[in-house]
């Protein structure tokens, strides 16, 4: 019988204020997304931790594994030109 | 062969203090031990809320009322970053909950005692609060990734427990000779019930070693107990009010109190499910999950209702 089923799972964001971004919180069960909202309030912002919530069903999100791991984020390992400190430029050098 | 080369990553990548995450490679072992721990921690949290529901209603005032209110939500919060964090190893909750209802899955055997009288509040956030801090400010660092950030969202939120107990037990040790002696009576029944919850002694604790190795455990329960003893006479000392051990003792040489010998037998006794709640409060628990059986029926029916509505008018 479906009424007997567990509540599905949802992953939580919160922005903290305004002006940051939503960030992964932690997770819960919920009936609907209505209510996973309303649960997100109760477990993850009882002390103004909070100015907005996100909800998405675990099962909607599409993960990177760990397998690939190496193969995604290898080749920028090789290519510290990327970064302001790879250039010497004279002490003298202002605004730069 | 392959699986041997994964443990030998896996142990030296553990061993260099790194995180592992849910879906990466972990020995069997591993993964149901770290089940086994947090969903009793998880457990213990919820179990944890009866001893003080029963004193919502007979609060001294609004004020400890609406502070008791928020510190037992804390709880239940607690509660369920902890379950999220064990179905990240791929457990269900639902599955966890049996567990628990039908005496498979463990939970602190302090909440096993029961709560005499408005002290007991006190005593709680101040000795068994203190105690759980004191056992999970280390698993913060530890070496699976969802129970350290739930470990660091709890004992951000436990410290205010602590200090709400300290207070309590501050106005009734500055209050009537009545008042103060039922502080003293809360501390007496509470002391070695709260140097329990660490564990048995280290000589006997078999799974220590292997724990320690997979950092899930970062101080032998011997260790935390020490710490716990030594934060806490001052403490006691500064309420005017006496540790129930006639054995306590600074010791010069070491820095350390020296203290009694713990009752492992009323320890295993209870444990075994033969102390003075166990049964109410596995009791309590299934009651309530049995009569908010039709709530989370009806939220089902009607999360399908609204889906079906939906999809009807797109």
Known sequence: MSSKKDWPLWEVFI????????????????????MAITNARDVYTRRQEGASIWVVPSDQITASTPEDKEMMFDPANDKIYRHPTFYNLPDELEHM | MEN????????????????????????????????????????????????????????????????????????????????SAAETLGIDRDELIQQL???????????NYPTLTWADMGAIGWLVDGAAIMNQVPLCK??????????????????????????????????????????????????????????????????????????IKLFS?????????DMTVPQAEMLGLTIPDPDLKYK??????????????????????????NKQRIATRKKAYDD???????ANAHAEKKAKRKTKAA
């Open chain 2, 221 to 229: 329960n011997d260790e935390l107990r020490q710490r716990m003893v």
């Open chain 2, 142 to 215: 530890c070496s699976y990734g969802p129970y350290a950030r739930a470990m660091v969202r709890v004992c951000k939120e436990e410290s205010f427990h602590q200090r709400q107990g300290y207070e309590i037990m501050m106005t009734l040790a500055n209050g009537t000779p009545e008042q103060k002696q039922m502080a003293q009576d809360s501390l007496n029944r509470w002391w070695w019930p709260a140097l329990m919850m660490f564990g048995p002694a280290d000589d006997n604790s078999p799974n220590s070693e292997r724990s320690m190795r997979w950092k």
């Open chain 2, 4 to 83: 041997i080369n994964l443990l030998e990553r896996f142990d030296a990548y553990v061993a260099a203090n790194k995180k592992i995450e849910p879906k990466d490679w972990m020995p069997d072992a591993y993964r149901k031990t770290l089940i086994r721990q947090i969903s009793q921690h998880a457990h213990s949290e919820i179990v944890g809320m009866l001893p003080e529901g029963n004193w919502i209603t007979r609060a001294p005032s609004l004020k400890r009322k609406a502070i008791l209110l928020a510190k037992v939500q804390d709880e239940a919060g607690h509660g369920l970053y902890l379950y």
């Open chain 1, 15 to 34: 922005r903290s204020r305004q002006g940051m971004s939503h960030k992964h919180a932690g997770s819960l069960h919920a009936a609907d997304a209505e």
């Open chain 2, 292 to 298: 908010g059986a039709w709530v989370r029926e009806a």
């Open chain 2, 252 to 277: 010069e040489e070491t820095g350390h109190y020296d203290f009694g010998e713990i009752q492992w037998e009323e320890f295993y006794n209870v444990i075994k499910g033969n102390g003075p709640c």
């Open chain 2, 101 to 111: 209802h039908d005496g498979r899955a463990k939970y602190s055997s302090i909440f």
